[in-house]
């Protein structure tokens, strides 16, 4: 009897030392946790050429380009508690409130590839004089005029990768020659966003093809793992040099505009 109680009684006190050691770690762990600096993933090289604004977490600021439809959030100023209209007989008779161009955009329907440096669209549409300088001024001859199918923005400068690709120029010429402001460097030189189609990529297909990430302008936009491409979204521009140096029968290469660009704060 004595033994099996002193049994029991080693057994509790190995259970306690096990709950309080498991208390201790757990506690520290925290306390590490707290006061830990934060992880990044960037590279020393970042940090001496003084990119120290890419150590910033993302969900500190908006992000300047949006490069897939997402759903828009309003001002809050601008929502009103929900009222249901005055009507007669089913017709509402409510007056139709006045649409706000200069708050909205109403150029975001068809998105282009710009040059680098666009501002947002409605405002481009609007200062852009269509004078061509950007056009003349580009070493590559990647700027052309939009066409008339386009409408609204025929005669202002685009950019087809299938015709002429951005080569990403490192000062810009095309931004200089903008005299309106429509094209400024205060705005990051992002066109668009390009994505592999696997099924049509000959690196996918057991054939060796590196010619995207070898002809790619942007370091690290395009790296290779396995033979295979893979594109950086956070890197790429959307120049679109992939999809003009793409060897593959069917141009593996699908390269989509941003669907919204900043626009220039009103002074």
């Known amino acids: 009897m004595r033994y099996r109680l002193a049994s029991f009684v080693a057994r509790i006190q190995s259970a306690m030392w096990l709950a309080l050691d498991a208390i201790v770690k757990l506690f520290a762990a925290g306390f590490i946790s707290l006061f830990a600096p934060p992880k990044t993933n960037q590279s020393r090289r ?37 009222v249901k209209p005055r009507s007669i007989a089913g017709i509402n008779i409510d007056p139709v409130p006045a649409t706000d161009l200069g708050r909205r955009s109403v150029a975001q329907t068809l998105p282009v590839f710009r040059p680098p440096g666009a501002i947002d669209e409605f405002q481009f549409l609007s200062g852009c004089t269509r004078c061509g300088d950007c056009i003349t001024a580009c070493p590559y001859e990647a700027i052309r005029k939009a066409p008339e199918r386009l409408g609204s923005r025929a005669g202002t400068p685009i950019i087809e990768a299938d015709a002429a690709a951005c080569m990403m120029c490192s000062d810009f010429p095309c931004i200089d020659a903008c ?8 705005l990051p030189p ?12 000959l ?27 893979i594109v950086n979204e956070e890197t790429c521009t959307g120049c679109g040099v992939c999809r003009y140096v793409c ?20 002074p």
């Not at 005299?179 to 205060?186: A, D, F, I, N, S």
């Not at 010619?211 to 936009?221: G, I, N, Q, Y």
């Not at 029968?249 to 009103?266: C, D, K, W």
């Open 46 to 82: 970042d940090l001496l050429q003084g990119r120290i604004w890419k150590f910033i977490p993302s969900a500190k600021f908006p992000p300047l380009v949006m490069r897939y439809p997402t759903q828009i959030a309003e001002p809050s100023e601008h929502h009103s508690p929900q």
């Open 179 to 186: 005299e309106p402001g429509v094209l400024t460097k205060l």
């Open 190 to 201: 992002i066109m668009g966003t390009a994505k592999v189609t696997e099924h049509l990529c």
């Open 203 to 229: 690196a996918h297909h057991h054939t060796i093809c590196t010619v995207c990430s070898e002809r790619c302008p942007v370091d690290s936009a395009i790296t290779v793992t396995d033979g295979k491409p």
């Open 247 to 266: 060897p593959a029968p069917e141009n593996a290469i699908l390269l989509m505009p941003v669907f919204l660009r900043p626009g220039l704060p009103s």
